[in-house]
């Protein structure tokens, strides 16, 4: 006759718990469905905020932009003729000559005369002053030049670009003269005129 052995003295039935935990697991879930839809909510409102903001940007930029062609067409030529010279003034008072001319020695070498410079124009971007240069120079050879450009390119305060090369018809005079597009740039911290201006007479009362 076989044996049965009942090696639980007390076997368990305790049927509550697993409800209890599926109770909790439940909660914790929904807990946290409730916090990612507030969450979410939140980042489409500031979403949709910050997309209405750059609407209203957009149109403020769009009117002001008819409002500025509106006064520009209503303005006659000679009107125009004398914004643009206006604006070609301040620009031309917030840039430094004297610093152009002791970048351009340095970068010139000693075997490169100028012939003649002429500033077509001087343009401010952001807080970045601009000119163009027209500037004819006499050389000997034509890889002076070259190798005086690319040094210009390589130091990064000019950008020069050769048009046209014509030899010298003066009497006694070697080599040619070279015509060049050039584009300068001053270093971040140049003094602008005033300072320079205002550099100069600090040094002139200091010698008084």
């Keep these: 006759m076989p044996t049965k052995l009942n090696l639980a003295s007390r076997p368990f039935n305790n049927r509550a718990l697993p409800w209890m935990i599926t109770a909790a697991v439940i909660f914790v879930s929904l807990v946290s469905l409730i916090f990612i839809v507030r969450a979410t909510r939140a980042a489409n409102a500031q979403a949709n905020a910050v997309q209405n903001d750059i609407n209203n940007l957009g149109r403020q930029e769009q009117a002001l932009r008819q ?87 390589r130091a990064g305060v000019f950008h020069s670009e050769l048009r046209t090369q014509n030899l010298q018809r003066g009497r006694g005079e070697s080599g040619a003269e070279y015509e060049l597009a050039v584009v300068y740039r001053p270093r971040a911290g140049a003094p602008t005129a005033t300072s320079a201006l205002a550099s100069n007479a600090g040094e002139v009362d200091g010698a008084k």
Excluded: C, Y
């Excluded at 971007?125 to 163009?132: K, N, S, V, Y």
């Design 67 to 153: 409002q500025a062609e509106t006064v520009k067409n209503s303005l006659t030529a000679e009107q125009l003729q004398s914004l643009d010279a206006a604006h070609a003034l301040v620009d031309r008072k917030h840039f430094s000559w004297s610093r152009l001319f002791a970048d351009l020695e340095s970068a010139l070498p000693g075997a490169v005369r100028v012939k003649s410079i002429a500033v077509r124009r001087v343009v401010t971007r952001g807080d970045e002053t601009l000119a163009e240069l027209d500037l004819t120079v006499v050389a000997k050879t034509p890889a002076i030049v070259t190798d005086m450009i690319a040094e210009m390119d």
